[in-house]
């Protein structure tokens, strides 16, 4: 079966730190993988998404980047947090056959301070 | 993709049935209507998702009107674990590209004793 896996589950960073979030899934080939980002009281944000090793596509401009070193695995980064950086990011995956199920991980609150 | 109109927040006795509206009064032919919840700090999970036939699995039933502008998700038989956000989402199958749901702001379901 397939499982995805996200750490660390909280992260208090200091601002200008930098950021390296890891997510990677297992039991799957050549998934679709996201980073979504949901602040406090407000909805999920699609940051990025990938369709293949080395292709990130960015929905929205923001202070993050996102790679694709290897097909299980998406990393999401920044150089120097922001105090807007804090939230719970998520990742997950789907299947690349135009299936709408997305699976998510357990995600990482982070607090920039 | 279509919009939807979910209540804010519902209440619901535990052992009843939950049945959550949605409406999506311009959704087109090829849309499917998913549903997602998200409980507390943890990732969306995947419950139901339909065209235009009602469907049940183990979580829930899905019931889609004749005219597909709107649905309800049932869920049977309520427990306290089944409180939390619950998402209506309308998409067309992603051919070739990434599943960029967009999640709103849903239905806060909380489950009483």
């Known amino acids: 079966s397939q499982t995805i896996h996200q750490w660390p589950a909280t992260l208090v960073q200091p601002v200008g730190s930098p950021l390296s979030l890891e997510c990677t899934v297992e039991g799957t080939s050549n998934p679709n993988l996201y980073w979504y980002r949901q602040a406090a009281g407000r909805g999920l944000q699609l940051l990025f998404y990938s369709v293949g090793i080395g292709q990130i596509s960015s929905e929205v401009p923001q202070n993050l980047s996102a790679s694709r070193p290897q097909d299980r695995q998406f990393i999401l980064s920044s150089k120097k947090l922001l105090l807007s950086d804090s939230g719970f990011y998520l990742c997950?995956?789907?299947?690349?056959?135009?299936?709408?199920?997305?699976?998510f991980g357990s995600g990482t609150q982070l607090s920039v301070l | 993709d279509a919009k939807t109109t979910q209540p804010t927040s519902m209440d619901c006795a535990e052992g009843r049935a939950a049945n959550l509206p949605c409406n999506h009064s311009?959704?087109?032919?090829?849309?499917?209507v998913y549903w997602y919840r998200q409980i507390h700090s943890q990732g969306p999970q995947y419950i139901i998702h339909?065209?235009?036939n009602n469907e049940t699995n183990e979580m829930a039933s899905l019931i889609i009107t004749e005219d597909r502008k709107s649905s309800t998700l049932i869920l049977p038989h309520a427990t306290l674990r089944d409180t939390a956000v619950y998402y209506c989402i309308v998409r067309a199958p992603s051919t070739g590209t990434a599943s960029k749901l967009t999640f709103g702001t849903g239905t806060r379901l909380q489950v009483t004793l």
């Open positions: 311009t959704i087109s032919g090829n849309e499917y």
């Open positions: 997950a995956w789907s299947v690349q056959t135009g299936n709408e199920k997305l699976f």
């Open positions: 339909g065209l235009k």
